[in-house]
């Protein structure tokens, strides 16, 4: 008899349990979700590069601002700074509440009814060019009620992951994870260049139908937590106390992997009488406020880049609009290797700490590389954007991931998950403090001239540094683990 043997990917499938795949469709559809929020975020950076770069130095009689508010053209990157703070200033305050509705309020209903909101305000921003609204406080109102609704995103894809992920989860694979950010501003800019030129409308138009749709997706596939599939599967599900106090990414074995093949059908659930943390039990958690004022400072670089990035290529470098979008992305492109780097390396050498104090001290220098020589030729330009990239977003990916989450799983907490949340919001929403804080100063030193935009990401940078270095400490036992003088300890 002729032996048959199943095709290699049929074998690969099913070498895989039941419970590794729902980890790996929740892991995807977080990823999709959190995408969008960002991707939804970008077009304002891309449309105000298009038309301040063509409009107002090319036709200064039909430039961008009179399409939106009838401004004065001198004044545009002070009131294109108001705009964008409308969105990052409610969004920092927002963060502070979210995480505690998010602990208290089904995800699934949260963080859909976020993305549909967000949405249909982005849409309303588009709608803008259409109705021929003038206005500056109808677009100031729709970036501030965006910016509320966009709160939902972070704290929940975060706790949603946490619930799935009980332990021995790798800071490579929540750098891969959290990569959703760079990719989403990648989309949203290659996106609004599409249809900058011709309708800016439909630049916020489309992501806005994007997320509202993803939204909507939400709703229907997102299963928040494990205990919600007991009625399908049709297993018992057993809390064991160690598990729930190990810290959701750190390292359990060196074989153990995130989809481990030998899934036992006893997993993690919380318990049910367990309450949700505080505001102020979570800032009373060691590392928090260290954390959370270095995540100030690292996200006031970044959202920097991320709101004048491409205007600065375009007024700087000489690129047309659209070149100057696009090259933009590279920046993004290094945070996503930035990213997976901070990771691994914090994965191998067991610190967290130490990992964002190395990549924000070479971060500084290259800042200032940048601003110098970074517009000689194209090769310096797509370089110099790939370096700082994976210097100023690899510490803001790790503290936003691997940090916050070791952090909401503290020891002190003893074994209470449903902290994650709020500790995810704390320490997001003052690195929104910073995010509001850094595309504003941009505005009102930019007409002074580029050269102080970056004097000024560079002391932010130095703060940054000089936040992390309270947990100095944490620091010094991390290099003693490396030295030999104490067991080397994950996370």
Not at 78 to 99: E, K, P, R, T, W
Not at 159 to 182: D, E, L, P, Q, Y
Not at 229 to 240: K, R
């Amino acid at each position: 008899v002729k032996m048959r043997s199943l095709a290699p990917g049929i074998k690969l499938i099913t070498s895989f349990s039941r419970d590794s795949w729902y980890r790996f469709f929740i892991l995807i559809l977080t990823f999709v979700f959190y995408t969008t929020y960002h991707l939804s975020r970008k077009p304002i950076s891309i449309v105000k590069v298009i038309k301040l770069s063509v409009v107002v130095y090319i036709n200064p009689s039909m430039y961008f601002l009179f399409i939106f508010f009838n401004s004065d053209k001198n004044n545009y990157q002070n009131l294109f700074g108001v705009l964008d703070n409308c969105f990052l200033v409610a969004y920092a305050i927002g963060m502070f509440f979210s995480g505690m509705f998010g602990e208290r309020l089904p995800l699934r209903y949260y963080l859909s009814s976020g993305m549909i909101l967000s949405g249909l305000f982005t849409v309303l921003f588009g709608l803008g060019f259409y109705w021929q609204i003038h206005s500056l406080w109808y677009y100031c109102l729709v970036q501030a009620l965006n910016g509320l609704v966009q709160t939902t995103g972070w704290p929940a894809v975060v706790a949603c992951v946490g619930n799935w992920f009980g332990k021995g989860k790798r800071g490579f694979i929540m750098g891969i994870w959290n990569s959703h950010t760079s990719v989403g501003n990648i989309l949203g800019s290659l996106i609004a260049g599409v249809y900058v030129s011709s309708s800016w409308g439909l630049s916020f138009i489309v992501p806005g139908i994007i997320i509202a749709s993803a939204g909507v997706i939400c709703f229907l596939f997102l299963v928040e937590s494990k205990s919600h599939m007991l009625d399908i599967w049709g297993i018992c599900l057993f809390v064991h106390e160690s598990v729930e106090q190990e810290p959701l990414l750190r390292n359990s074995s060196s074989n153990e992997e995130i989809f481990s093949t030998n899934t036992s059908t006893a997993v993690e659930r919380e318990e049910d009488h367990t309450e949700a943390i505080s505001f102020c039990g979570a800032l009373r958690i060691p590392g928090v406020v260290e954390f959370s004022l270095c995540l100030l400072f690292a996200k006031l670089v970044s959202y920097t880049f991320l709101y004048w990035l491409p205007l600065y290529i375009a007024n700087v470098a000489h690129f047309d609009p659209k070149e100057a979008g696009d090259l933009s992305t590279l920046f993004d492109v290094g945070g996503i290797v930035g990213g997976i780097l901070a990771g691994l390396i914090s994965d191998y050498s067991g610190g967290r700490a130490t990992t964002c104090c190395a990549m924000l001290i070479i971060a500084a220098p290259m800042l200032f590389l940048y601003n110098k020589i970074g517009q000689n030729g194209l090769p310096t330009t797509i370089g110099m954007l790939l370096w700082c990239g994976a210097l100023v977003n690899g510490p803001y990916a790790l503290i936003t991931t691997a940090v916050s989450a070791d952090l909401g799983t503290h020891e002190c907490l003893r074994g209470n998950s449903r902290a994650l949340s709020t500790v995810t919001a704390i320490i997001d929403g003052t690195g929104s403090i910073g995010a509001a804080i850094g595309p504003l100063l941009a505005g009102l030193i930019s007409p002074t001239g580029w050269n102080n935009v970056f004097y000024m990401l560079i002391a932010a940078d130095v703060l940054a540094f000089e936040s992390i270095m309270l947990l100095s400490r944490l620091v010094y036992k991390e290099v003693r683990g490396w030295c030999g003088y104490t067991t080397r300890q994950r996370g």
